[in-house]
């Protein structure tokens, strides 16, 4: 795995090879990763995936011109940055200006040089097969560091590590039907995947019951982290973008006009410190923790560089697509325990799927229930639920049809492995609502 005094070398020798006016950005994403593929609890495919890409961007002022290379790890790494520092000059003056280009100037120093407290792979591999023997268990795990660097000719230096793990798994019971869940953080932590196993194996019972026929309509339902998790991530698309607000294409852009609010439950933060993202963007700012909602009220907005110098809003080190990266909502009062009294008559939904807008500006969504839906009658799981369409306002299901939200808190961590392990994560409770509908 790169170390941080390897890239800081490496990034020092790109930048001497500058001419004046000229400046040179050069960020990392590199990895050492374990993938394990489980099927019936045992492993099916198991390999490594070793890699570095460094991306240098090279500016006069007015033109940006960018460069992705993949490091080997050899000496050759060296000769491959400088001429790719040439090759950007060549291409530099073929590109028409960026009026919304803005280089950061000021120098800043951020290094998170995390100790190596990476799990050990084959006893997490040992420890999952043996406990869920028996079950019909399908998965992947995602296990290893995962680094992220930055430096400019400017000065400002980065260098952040996580050393994360992600097992994301399914018990499929002989009907065909599943039980989705995961579990997910900084270390492996076994107490945890076996209380997430239990319930696993609980709910999968409840698969093997006679399929409840729910009608059309709006029921009273209970919203697991993970479905959540999809409800928030459509509203992550856009709904805190500085420049999807300033052009009228924000999902929450009555939210922000304080024209409608969300339940005073509601509060979301973008929490970078503590997060496993890094504390700076892939563009080379500094990133910080933004209150995006604060008591159902739109409090702060994300805003990359182009956004700050095109609308005038201050800079917070948001990423091009100016979506949250580590997503915080603030805990309810309701006890996990307590939910399926709480909830009574109604859904209790696991898992969401196939999310899009039917209705951006009232920030309406439409999706299905996915895996393990269930009917509750008295406060009991009777059967579950085929797969069925719902069709409804954030505004209102965190809004005036939100009854609580649990205790307990979920870390759901980016699953997403194209091109690179992400480093995105949210921390999400549980939901309560009064109303949700069904379409078909």
Excluded at 92 to 109: F, S
Excluded at 118 to 133: P, S
Excluded at 259 to 287: D, K, Y
Excluded at 326 to 354: C, K, Q, S, T
């Amino acid at each position: 795995m790169m170390r941080a005094a390897q890239f800081e070398q490496l990034a020092q020798a790109a930048i001497e090879t500058l001419r004046p006016g000229e400046h040179l950005n050069v960020s990392l994403a590199a990895e050492t990763s374990d993938f394990v593929r489980f099927n019936h609890a045992q492993v099916r495919q198991a390999g490594q995936v070793k890699q570095a890409m460094l991306t240098l961007a090279l500016n006069d002022g007015v033109r940006q011109a960018s460069l992705q290379l993949t490091l080997a790890g050899t000496a050759q790494d060296l000769a491959q940055v400088q001429a790719g520092v040439s090759q950007l000059r060549q291409l530099l003056p073929l590109i028409a200006p960026d009026p919304w280009l803005a280089p950061h100037t000021a120098p800043w120093e951020v290094r998170n040089l995390a100790p190596d407290n990476r799990a050990d792979t084959l006893a997490v591999v040992n420890h999952v097969c043996a406990a869920a023997k028996g079950l019909d268990l399908v998965g992947i795990l995602a296990n290893g560091p995962v680094s992220r660097g930055f430096a400019n000719s400017a000065g400002a230096f980065g260098w952040h590590d996580a050393y994360s793990l992600h097992l994301d798994w399914s018990l499929f019971h002989e009907n065909g039907q599943a039980v989705k869940t995961s579990v997910a953080g900084p270390v492996w932590d076994p107490a945890a995947f076996d209380r997430q196993l239990a319930r696993g194996r609980e709910q999968l019972k409840y698969l093997g019951l006679p399929t409840v026929v729910v009608k059309p309509g709006c029921h009273r339902a209970y919203l697991a982290p993970a479905a959540m998790g999809e409800l928030l991530g459509m509203l992550a698309w856009g709904g805190f973008s500085a420049q999807a607000l300033a052009s009228q294409a924000s999902p929450l852009q009555k939210l922000y006009a304080r024209q409608l609010s969300l339940n005073p439950a509601v509060t979301l933060r973008e929490q970078v410190t503590g997060s496993l993202s890094p504390a700076f963007s892939s563009e080379g700012r500094p990133r910080h923790d933004v209150p995006l909602i604060t008591a159902g009220q739109a409090s702060g907005r994300l805003a990359n560089s182009r956004s700050a110098t095109e609308y005038g809003l201050p800079y917070n080190g948001a990423d091009a697509g100016e979506a949250p990266v580590a997503l915080d909502m603030a805990a309810g009062v309701l006890a996990l325990a307590e939910v399926p009294a709480a909830l009574d008559r109604g859904l209790y939904i696991n898992n969401l799927w196939y999310l899009n807008y039917s209705d951006l500006p009232a920030a309406r969504l439409t999706g299905l229930t996915r895996f393990a839906t269930f009917w509750v009658e008295d406060g009991q799981i009777v059967g579950p639920v085929d797969t069925m369409r719902f069709d409804d306002s954030v505004y209102d299901l965190l809004g005036d049809k939100l009854l609580g939200l649990t205790q307990e808190r979920e870390l759901i961590v980016s699953s997403d492995t194209y091109e690179q392990r992400h480093t995105d994560s949210s921390r999400l409770p549980g939901a309560l609502v009064s109303s949700l509908k069904l379409t078909l």
